[in-house]
Structure formats: structure tokens, C-alpha cells
């Protein structure tokens, strides 16, 4: 019965251990997997400066969101983003109607190049698609609408966005 409690009592401070150091470390982690989400999906390489996720206030935030060029364009950049905030109604989340008080963004640059291949944003657009996940059809099923499908509904009550700038 000792060993037991001990064991139980051992795997509870493992747990609170794992619990801490995933909030400690939740920005960073948040900041990796947006930056590796964002090279596999968009095909160019992306950085991102920094990440602050509020897991008790709602609110996220991300500074010096860097998207690469596709290879054979010239330019320095696709697009910069200074800075990105959002807020959410934390209440709001567990349920079919999704409150996002403010999205602010600022700082956007968007550079857009042509050459013999096509556009910088056709490159991107294509290795998009290529990522995306064929859909899931029942054989002797008719085709599903995507409005018939249940989801979450998501209100956005204020976007703001600040200083954006277009090249091409």
C-alpha cells in the first residue's frame, strides 16, 4: 500500500512538473510550432520574433512575423507583419459561437513579384494546396456541402489594422 502512495504521489509532482514548465514555456513553444507549421505549409522559410499567449486573460500576441520569398524571386520578403494582437472571450470557447472581441494587426508589408514562373503569391498559393488534406468521401455517399456541416461560428467584433503597405 506504501509503494502505491509513493507511485501516485510521485506521478502527481511528475505531472505538476510537466504542468509548470508547458506554461512556463508556452510562448516559446507557440512561437516554434507556428514557425515550422508555417515552412512545411507555405513551402518559403518564416520567423517569427516572439509569441505571448495569455492563457488565463485571452489574449495572444505575436511581434516580427517574417513570411520568405518562394526560390527565384528576388525580393527580401513576401510579407512582414510588425505586430498581431488578438483577444478572445474566454467564456465563448468551449462553445458553437466563438466571441473574438479585437484582432489587431499592424505593420503589414506585402511585397508581391512577377518573373518567367508566375507570381511569388502563386508559388505560395500552389504549396498551399499541396498541404491541404484531400477530402473525406463515403463511398455511396453523396458529396457533403461544406454548409450542411456543423462547426463553430466565429464573431470577430472589431478588426484594426494599421500602417500596410503593398509592392508589386
Do not use: C, Y
Request: hydrophobic share 45%; aromatic share 4%; glycine share 12%.
Amino acid at each position: 500500500m506504501r509503494k502505491l502512495l509513493k507511485l501516485a504521489l510521485f506521478g502527481l509532482l511528475a505531472l505538476s512538473l510537466l504542468l509548470a514548465a508547458a506554461l512556463f514555456w508556452i510562448d516559446g513553444i507557440a512561437r516554434v510550432a507556428i514557425e515550422k507549421g508555417a515552412n512545411v505549409a507555405l513551402g518559403v522559410p518564416t520567423t517569427l520574433d516572439s509569441m505571448k499567449i495569455g492563457l488565463f486573460s485571452g489574449e495572444a500576441g505575436m511581434r516580427g512575423l517574417v513570411v520568405g520569398n518562394p526560390e527565384g524571386f528576388s525580393g527580401a520578403h513576401f510579407l512582414k507583419l510588425e505586430a498581431a494582437d488578438l483577444a478572445v472571450s474566454l467564456g465563448s470557447l468551449m462553445g458553437d459561437r466563438v466571441v473574438v472581441p479585437k484582432i489587431r494587426l499592424k505593420g503589414i508589408s506585402l511585397s508581391i513579384e512577377q518573373n518567367a514562373s508566375g507570381t511569388n503569391l502563386g508559388k505560395i498559393l500552389e504549396n498551399l494546396q499541396k498541404n491541404e488534406p484531400a477530402p473525406k468521401e463515403t463511398p455511396g455517399a453523396p458529396a457533403s456541402s461544406s454548409s450542411a456541416e456543423k462547426g463553430k461560428t466565429f464573431v470577430i467584433e472589431e478588426i484594426l489594422i494599421e500602417e500596410t503597405r503593398v509592392a508589386g
